[in-house]
């Protein structure tokens, strides 16, 4: 049965604001280019690849070699829409996408996709707190960056600490619906794997934009050229992490063409 579940991710930060953030998705780029089309209107396309061998829980390699666990993600960005789609070559009818869209509110839209009723029907809504933590297999994976939230306080803004209710009391406020829906018709491991990646994609949501308020006095009013710095050690870091080789290095032609909103 395919998963659909839509993630909304309030932050301290308006839409505009969230557009100049660095990111903290760190992957192998194969391709990178300009994009335009009648849905998006114009954005960057990238061709990705996450190499997962190393992290794959236990139970997931019992059916599928190391090599297998290799995912291509296809994504369109053309804030403040963005699209990706993943596939794995090994499992062919496996897919999954992740379609946002950011509005200027606090979580309150009801279908912001433009879902069907049939559709509406079967998606679950969870709105993340980016105050809270977690502790389970996916946020380990992941790691955490430790910031106490409800305590921190910009120096440069003024915003925070994250106090119970403040989704509804901060200005400005914004929120990035992620709808991610998952297919995996696989008799016996299909539907553990949906709802396995489901769990790794809200551990990677938290902890993402947690860092991207967390770390506001580091980029806030920065220069692009800064931000760009920050994005590769933001992206270094996260690789280490997860056992993958980072997507920037010390290469001046991806350093020009890659922009990629981290929220």
């Given at each position: 049965m395919v998963q659909m579940k839509e993630f909304r991710i309030v932050m301290p930060l308006s839409v505009e604001e969230q557009q100049s953030t660095t990111g903290t998705e760190g992957v192998e780029i194969v391709e990178n280019r300009p994009f335009e089309d009648d849905v998006y209107g114009k954005g960057q396309y990238t061709l990705k690849i996450y190499r997962l061998q190393s992290k794959a829980p236990t139970w997931l390699t019992k059916f599928a070699?190391?090599?297998?666990?290799?995912?291509?993600?296809?994504?369109?960005?053309?804030?403040?829409?963005?699209?990706?789609?993943?596939?794995?070559?090994?499992?062919?009818?496996?897919?999954?996408?992740?379609?946002?869209?950011?509005?200027?509110?606090?979580?309150?839209?009801?279908?912001?996709?433009?879902?069907?009723?049939?559709?509406?029907?079967?998606?679950?809504?969870?709105?993340?707190?980016?105050?809270?933590?977690?502790?389970?297999?996916?946020?380990?994976?992941?790691?955490?960056?430790?910031i106490d939230l409800s305590q921190f306080q910009s120096a440069r803004t003024g915003r925070g600490p994250l106090?119970?209710?403040?989704?509804?009391?901060?200005?400005?406020?914004?929120?990035?619906?992620?709808?991610?829906?998952?297919?995996?018709?696989?008799?016996?491991?299909?539907?553990?794997?949906?709802?396995a990646l489901v769990a790794g994609e809200r551990a990677l949501f938290l902890e993402s934009h947690r860092n991207c308020f967390g770390w506001i006095d580091e980029w806030f009013g920065l220069s692009m050229d800064k931000m760009r710095e920050l994005e590769k050690q933001s992206?270094?870091?996260?690789?280490?992490?997860?056992g993958r080789p980072c997507a920037i290095e010390d290469n001046e032609e991806l350093d020009e063409i890659r922009t990629i909103p981290s929220c």
């Open positions: 070699p190391a090599d297998a666990l290799v995912m291509q993600e296809e994504a369109w960005n053309a804030y403040p829409k963005c699209k990706s789609v993943v596939k794995c070559p090994y499992f062919t009818r496996f897919i999954l996408t992740i379609d946002t869209v950011h509005k200027d509110d606090n979580g309150q839209s009801e279908n912001v996709h433009g879902l069907t009723e049939e559709q509406l029907a079967v998606r679950q809504v969870e709105t993340i707190d980016i105050a809270s933590t977690v502790n389970d297999y996916w946020s380990y994976i992941i790691g955490s960056s430790n106090t119970d209710g403040w989704q509804g009391q901060c200005d400005p406020v914004s929120t990035a619906y992620k709808l991610v829906t998952i297919d995996a018709p696989y008799w016996g491991f299909g539907s553990r794997l949906e709802q992206d270094s870091s996260l690789n280490k992490k997860l």
